[in-house]
């Protein structure tokens, strides 16, 4: 980011020139005239590296108090070179030395692949909260797993979603460390056997029948001004035996490496549905792999430096990120128990105050359970102790009364951590819950669900167990380097402390209104649009006007998500246009990115039918300008960061109750996107921050979407009430956008006509009237820009600096180095 208050010097530009030429030469092997941008890219960022390192080690060496441990299936962290340079205030620096190489640092920042080792949400969350622990000072550790291929590449064969395998990794990975002396062997199946120790303690022993090497890999995670530098390792997987040498003599070639393969495919692919639990074996294996390295490496760490695993949660905290790491409950109490001795209930406590649990959706298909059959196979001894755990769980309430009645065995079933109602499966939830000290929720609403939905009755066994800490975004990626224009107008309005401390953005409130200020903040969203329209036109060859309001929601694709409510009202407004051409509409492009899960149908077909859509309405000499529709390929953090800058109105149009928190949201908004929302997730702290009249607000409330589920053939009496409804669907499923298929949508209208679980039509009529406001707003640019200032404005409670304090001081009772 170009900081002006950061300027390059003279010694430091020549310093870092040099160090990029040489790495370029000895560590690449590359001549300057030879060098791809690819090249540069690697040198630049191993120049960087060697300085992060520096950073590091300046940083006092003494071991802290208590350190925070971050484990997540995820971490969305994309592009790192411009988090590097500027945490590191070097930027203008780098620039300035690649430009005496005769190289352009755009086009190096564009040659680094993203590291897209996440889905969605959960993952990025995981990636903004890293960054801004290494800013604020909390010491911290991230554990995940070094995918080879991280979520797949998107692209449209006549407007059908392809999915190619994503390659971040096929020239090396310039940012890590390979810590090959930091390797622990993770078994899987085998058998538990039992020795009578001293005293007559029986001891279990698990002697697993298949070992995988889990092996580190360090990702420097560098904080604002350099102050702090934290790790975030992420394990690879490999076997124990590369070759089994006797078969490969033996002529079998393939067979010989067999072996090997079965422990590489732990880490080699991100499995790609963030919406479905699919009872895949090899996820299980995943999660136990990269849970059970941590958490040995932690526990080998905290007995290094204090001596007695007993002392462990006074200097560390476990976070568990949703319930993919959840057999972190039974694995440390087995490390406790069989491989330290502890007595049960000692073990117990250590293990209830070390973890803790962040519960991130409360959709019924995404709440993990793993058969016991297949626990007991991949994982005897952990089954075991989660029967225990269990056992005395049940014991327990059934001494405070309720016994006897079908009332009590009905209580019992519903906090047993096993649900026997088809099938016998572990709750993960459940035990992820039991386990942990604190739950938390990830926006008000969501954590108010919590506490009346899926987790009532274990809620009431402990009410202050579940608190909320509200989402958080990293303002330095999503404010500072994804928009400088803005982030330099913030700064020469307001001061540069505002780089520091983001509630200096509320100085910016007074020049909402100022005409000088306006033009300047119109024109930083101009620069931003015209750029995202060049992006446009290279990948999709639409051509759109800048000057249109840009209407975007770019997410995965979901259900619930409603992508399919922002289609169908982009027909009726293309039916309406139709109907009267000669209207004043307001311009508008309608952008839309995102992936669905492969095995995701419908979610596709709702792919299809945007680009169906897009192309009917786009060719369509009539509507010209005042409507075009985009689906930009390949949502990705990096192209996040080209679209969100460029965005007027952010979609936020979830099914009130079911989006958790959502972040996507506080990037826009804080971009000075005004938002389009449902009260969901966190919209409803957004409108609260910003204020109701800086914010379109409509739809039913998650207590009305309750009540309106309840009602029956609620569906196909709001679409009987709704001419305009109507109409839009008999269009889609007339075959207009499809005349090769006439029928491709009817399991889109059907399902809307029969079951609409999502509820898009109770709330379409109010989806288009507010549509129709905002078209009024936006004709009065005086009044929008005051409400995209305002937003700007009111954001900072959003920095996921904020978050990780809450945590710090609520969850983890950590100090701030
Ligand atoms: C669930 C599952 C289910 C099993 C199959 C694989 C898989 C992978 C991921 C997940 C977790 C999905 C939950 C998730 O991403 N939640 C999102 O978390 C964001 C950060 O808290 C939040 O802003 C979003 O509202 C929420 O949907």
Redesign the pocket.
């Known amino acids: 980011w170009t900081a002006p208050v950061l300027s390059a010097s003279g010694d430091a530009v020549v310093d870092l020139r040099e160090s990029i030429r040489a790495k370029l030469a000895f560590a690449l092997g590359r001549t300057p005239e030879s060098a791809r941008p690819r090249d540069w890219f690697a040198a630049t960022a191993l120049a960087l590296r060697e300085r992060i390192v520096a950073a590091c080690m300046a940083s006092e060496r003494s071991v802290p108090n208590k350190r925070v441990y971050y484990l997540s299936?995820?971490f969305l962290i994309g592009r790192l070179m411009s988090d590097a340079m500027n945490n590191l205030g070097l930027t203008e620096t780098t620039r300035a030395a690649l430009r005496e190489l005769g190289v352009d640092l755009d086009a190096v920042q564009e040659a680094e692949p993203d590291a897209a080792l996440g889905?969605?949400?959960?993952?990025?969350?995981a990636a903004c909260f890293m960054e801004s622990m290494a800013s604020i000072g909390i010491p911290a550790m991230g554990y995940g797993i070094r995918y080879d291929h991280g979520l797949f590449r998107q692209s449209f064969e006549d407007g059908w979603q392809r999915e190619a395998p994503e390659t971040w990794l096929a020239e090396g990975n310039p940012w890590e460390f390979a810590r090959p002396e930091a390797t622990y062997a993770i078994g899987f199946g085998g058998a538990v056997t039992m020795s009578s120790a001293e005293a007559g303690v029986i001891r279990r022993h698990w002697q697993p029948a298949e070992t995988v090497r889990a092996v580190a890999h360090d990702v420097p995670v560098v904080g604002w001004r350099g102050r702090h530098v934290n790790a975030l390792r992420l394990w690879k997987a490999e076997a124990g035996e590369p070759v089994d040498l006797a078969r490969f003599n033996g002529g079998d070639h393939v067979g010989a490496v067999a072996a090997r393969m079965r422990a590489e495919a732990i880490s080699r692919v991100l499995?790609p549905?963030?919406?479905?639990?699919?009872g895949q074996e090899l996820?299980l294996r995943q999660e136990y792999f990269f849970t059970a390295a941590s958490i040995q490496d932690l526990v080998a760490r905290h007995v290094a430096e204090r001596g007695d695993v007993r002392s462990l949660p006074d200097h560390a905290a476990i976070q568990l990120n949703?319930?993919?790491p959840a057999i972190a409950v039974p694995e440390l109490m087995r490390l406790l128990l069989d491989v330290y001795g502890l007595a049960w209930e000692d073990a117990w406590h250590v293990t209830t105050h070390t973890l803790h649990y962040?519960n991130?959706?409360l959709?019924p298909?995404?709440?993990?359970t793993w058969p016991v059959e297949l626990m007991e196979r991949l994982l005897p001894r952990h089954m075991q102790i989660i029967y225990l755990i269990n056992w005395m769980h049940l014991e327990e309430q059934a001494k405070h009364g309720r016994q006897g009645s079908a009332d009590a065995a009905a209580y019992l079933a519903a906090i047993s951590l096993i649900d026997e109602s088809h099938g016998r499966r572990v709750r993960m939830g459940h035990l992820a819950f039991h386990g942990a000290r604190r739950v938390n929720g990830?926006?008000a609403l969501?954590t108010d669900l919590m506490r009346s939905t899926v987790f009532s009755d274990l809620h009431a066994l402990d009410p202050d167990k579940i608190v909320n800490k509200t989402?958080g975004i990293t303002f330095r990626r999503w404010f500072h380097n994804a928009n400088p224009g803005l982030t330099r107008l913030a700064v020469e309005t307001v001061g540069a402390g505002v780089l520091d401390n983001p509630e200096l953005l509320r100085g910016l409130e007074a020049q909402a209104e100022d005409p000088a200020f306006v033009a300047r903040y119109a024109a930083v969203r101009r620069e931003r649009k015209e750029a995202l329209a060049a992006i446009i036109a290279e990948r999709t060859g639409i051509d759109v006007d800048p000057a249109a309001l840009f209407d975007v929601q770019v997410k995965?694709i979901?259900e619930y998500k409603r992508q399919l409510l922002n289609i169908i009202e982009t027909v009726a407004l293309y039916q309406a246009i139709k109907a009267e051409p000669h209207r004043d509409w307001t311009p508008r492009v309608k952008i839309f990115a995102g992936k669905a899960a492969p095995s995701y149908v419908q979610a596709k077909l709702i792919i299809k039918l945007a680009c169906d859509v897009a192309r009917a309405v786009n060719d369509d000499p009539e509507v010209a300008d005042r409507l075009k529709v985009v689906f930009l390929p390949n949502y990705s953090v990096s192209l996040a960061e080209s679209i969100i800058p460029a965005a007027d109105l952010s979609e936020q149009i979830?099914t009130a109750g079911m989006?958790?928190?959502?972040?996507?949201n506080m990037k826009f908004a804080l971009n000075g996107a005004l938002t389009v929302g449902t009260l969901d997730?966190?919209n409803i702290e957004i409108r609260d921050h910003v204020g109701a009249e800086n914010i379109f607000i409509f739809g039913l409330e998650a207590d009305g979407v309750r009540a309106r589920q309840a009602e029956p053939d609620y569906a196909a009496r709001a679409i009987e009430a709704s001419p305009r409804l109507a109409a839009a669907l008999d269009m889609i499923a007339a075959g207009r956008f499809s005349p090769d298929e006439p029928g491709r949508f009817r399991p889109l209208t059907d399902d809307l006509r029969r079951r609409d679980q999502y509820l898009l039509t109770a709330d379409f009529d109010d989806y288009w009237r507010v549509q129709r406001a905002i078209d009024a707003a936006w004709r009065d640019p005086r009044g929008w820009w005051a409400k995209a200032i305002r937003n700007t404005a009111r954001m900072a409670w959003f920095s996921s600096d904020r978050a990780m304090r809450e945590y710090a001081g609520e969850i983890w009772r950590v100090r701030l180095g």
């Open positions: 299936l995820e889905n969605g949400g959960l993952g990025r969350l499995y549905s963030d919406s479905s639990a699919e996820r949703d319930t993919h962040t991130h959706t959709l298909e995404a709440l993990e990830v926006s969501h989402n995965r979901h979830s989006e958790a928190s959502g972040t996507g997730g966190a």
